[in-house]
């Protein structure tokens, strides 16, 4: 019973000594794992955008457009460019329809290519899976006929009194420029205007209109300089109404007529 007692006392010494050795070797590993764990979710906020691709945020304007609802639901573009595109949805009288921008008009949501290291993969984050109800707003500048700041708008580009919707492709044209795809409304249908001047895709932007060409309403005519961009012109191509043709848009078996616009004058600038 004596060496029992002995034995006994030395086997709980032992245990005592390794159970205050674990928990300091559990905590020391779990310390380095926190660590990791942290420094992983800063690499994710901070680099890896490929993380944004399956999320996207919505945008309610508050007002009527032109009589239409707009919701956009945008998402996160990785790519050289890492801008945020947007799908927007026009409902009007029960019928809607959906048109893609490749970058988001509205610069309270997208900042378009210049400023997109820092600025967009912020906004996204901050707004990603929610809703927003939103005011929409345009600037209009005297030395500029399209609207600034804005996703979409309507206007008369065509000279027939009748405003076509323009979908804004923010700062996704040479030198930061605006591109924009022009869609006619027939019978609440869009139906892109896919020639020149308003769609001239050679350099496959994915949009057709820039705002480099000046237009003219008193003469209801459309001067395109080239090429765009570039400091010096080497010419400019002047559009006008058509006397002879018309363009002819079809929907529902009825025909619908709108002013065609053809080359009226190339103007080549001396070297």
Known sequence: ??????????????????ASQ??????????????VADENVSIDEEHDLDSLWNDSFNVVYKQPVNGYMVKAVAKFLVSDFDVISADLTFAKDGHSFELH??????????KGRMDFKDENPKLFRKYRNKTIEADYH???DEDRLMPMY???????????GKEELVIVHK???VRYHDGYDVYRIVEGRPVLIDYPPYNDNK?????GMTDYPEFDFKKKTISCP????ELKWDGRTIYGVSKKHKDTVGVNGKKHLFNHMEVIKEIKFDE
Not at 22 to 35: G, H, I, Y
Not at 226 to 229: A, F, N, Q, R
């Open 226 to 229: 080239y090429p765009e961009g």
């Open 138 to 140: 345009m600037y209009k």
């Open 22 to 35: 674990r928990p300091m070797s559990e905590v020391q590993d779990t310390t380095e794992q926190e660590v």
């Open 203 to 207: 350099d496959g932007w994915g949009f």
């Open 101 to 110: 921008t490749s970058c988001f008009g509205d610069t309270m949501f997208c």
């Open 171 to 173: 700062s996704m044209a």
């Open 150 to 160: 804005a996703p979409f708008f309507f206007m008369d580009l065509d000279f027939d």
């Open 1 to 18: 019973m004596k060496k029992i007692i002995p034995i006994f006392i030395i086997l709980i010494i032992v245990m005592t000594f390794y």
